[in-house]
């Protein structure tokens, strides 16, 4: 490999995992079940984001025959406000799945286990390394960004060449002896101390041995593509009552946003006049600037789809589970007060 090696920083690295790292509930009973949930969850959301949704979900889902049998939208309820609800979507699925072809169990081959919907290289590697103590690497945002700075690697971290050299070296410096808490040293260490916009070098254990530390380069590494330009979107949501009831729409599986999920009808997904502008909002969804209007309106007799459903104002809170939809709510009604 054509990067400058430093030596094996195993022992400095878990010696400084074993002192400064964070306690963490899914680290002090690191079951497949636990590990697996975790990883899913911290998946592009933050340690602390995560704390309080991951505690409420093992309360109420303790084990993964109780994830597969509850009904979808119980284990959506769980996750709002987390984003990227495919997450939870895959969660219970491949439960489901676990039930169905591994009695329960959480499988302990490569095979079984990234075969899981929802598990990708980095989770299956997770939790087969922290669960198991198997010799897999794993390679996150932070892993990128340590060893990048730690081998001075230039080119874009997210082209497929450099990921590959990523791996390649997460492998190779893997502790066979300790490979889950490699893993998770090497995590630790970006999110504590290699920090994206000032890297914390006077406390990096890897200090002496780090080549972008020592070529002065901490600062330009890792290299990035240009962003990603934002695009603008415009929505137009119907809110449409009847008999105290609010009408719901189910998404279908391939929309583009928030596919399967229970929201407010579009006007595209009508053919219907709309009434009046009674809200407009603002919203996010990765680099997509929505600008959306809720505009009332009156459905003619006769004429409910049959993706629709009239549902009370008391359980609106059980099928409207995203950001977006709280947002939208809130501005269209004042709900939840
Ligand atoms: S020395 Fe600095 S740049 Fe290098 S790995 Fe440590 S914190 Fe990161």
Redesign the pocket.
Known sequence: MATAAPSRPHQVLLRWYDAKRRRLPWRERPTPYRVWISEIMLQQTQVSTVLPYYERFLKKFPAIAALASAPEKDVLRLWAGLGYYSRARNLREAARRIVREHRGEFPDAWESVIDLPGVGRYTAGAVLSIAFNRPYPVLDGNVAR?LS??YALRGNVKSAPIQKKLWRLAEDLLDPNRPGDWNQAFMELGAL??LPQA???GR?P??EK?A??LKGL?LQLPETGPKRKPVQLRWTFLWIKKDGKVLLWKRDDSERFLPGHWGLPELRHMKIRPGPIIARLRHTITHHRIRAEVRTTHLLAGNMPPQARWVSRSDIKNYLVSSLWLKVLKSASGYPR
């Open positions: 340590v700075r730690l101390v290699c890297p914390l070098c990096c890897l200090s780090c972008a530390r901490e």
